[in-house]
């Protein structure tokens, strides 16, 4: 069973400028996740979307946006870059339904802001 | 205080050690405990997943749950050079909105052969 991909693996992109990543769960999981692990901070939440909607939303700026797709896949948009930006953007799915269920991580996006 | 805390390390063992690997938490309302690796310049993997007080065991690895005191642990045995990376441990409130897992910070663990 194929785990959650994550597109592109390497971004770089100058201040100001937006970034779009994307991600696509495992088969059958509706709800995704996104989180950015920047160095020294740990993994924070950024947003959870299950079944097309934004269900939560973390404490970023709402130049953090993003949507899923009817397929469940998701992709994260990121305008007016600031060199803080810079991190390791992190999807993860799950079973949305079930409290028993966790979440499975893809490999991440690493975001380069110049 | 943070939700979740994380002695981040470093922590330096040798090859066949036992590794044991902590975190506290203030909410009493989480239920929910995840432990994940995460190898450098990879996603979190998991590793373990329980949401009851006690220990589970899985191969090398325990976890283990104290609701009461609000505190989680990892241990790991007989501990090989292919296990050093960052632990995570994360946890989750449960259903309705609250999702979202809150993560400790990491340690860095380095098995040395």
């Known amino acids: 069973e194929a785990g959650v991909t994550q597109s592109p693996t390497h971004l770089i992109k100058t201040r100001g400028q937006q970034a779009t990543l994307r991600c696509s769960p495992i088969s059958g999981h509706t709800s995704v996740y996104w989180y950015q692990q920047a160095l020294g901070l740990g993994l924070q939440f950024l947003l959870w979307y299950d079944e097309g909607e934004e269900r939560n939303r973390g404490n970023f700026p709402p130049r953090f946006s993003g949507r899923q797709f009817p397929n469940y896949s998701s992709e994260l948009n990121v305008n007016a870059l600031e060199l803080e930006d810079s991190a390791l953007y992190l999807c993860?799915?799950?079973?949305?339904?079930?409290?028993?269920?966790?979440?499975?991580f893809g490999p991440g996006t690493r975001l380069l802001v110049l | 205080q943070k939700e979740v805390e994380q002695d981040p390390g470093p922590l330096s063992v040798p090859e066949g050690a036992i590794v044991s690997l902590n975190c506290t938490y203030s909410?009493?309302?989480?239920?929910?405990f995840m432990w994940y690796r995460q190898y450098s310049r990879k996603g979190p993997e998991l590793l373990m997943y329980t949401y009851s007080s006690g220990n589970k065991e899985d191969g090398r690895f325990t976890a283990q749950v104290d609701k009461s005191s609000k505190y989680i642990s990892l241990f790991i045995r007989d501990s090989q050079p292919s296990d050093s990376a960052t632990y995570l441990c994360a946890m989750k409130r449960g259903g309705g909105s609250n999702y979202k897992l809150t993560f400790g910070k990491g340690t860095l663990l380095t098995v040395n052969p």
């Open positions: 993860a799915s799950s079973l949305a339904d079930s409290n028993q269920e966790t979440q499975y």
């Open positions: 909410n009493s309302a989480f239920q929910y």
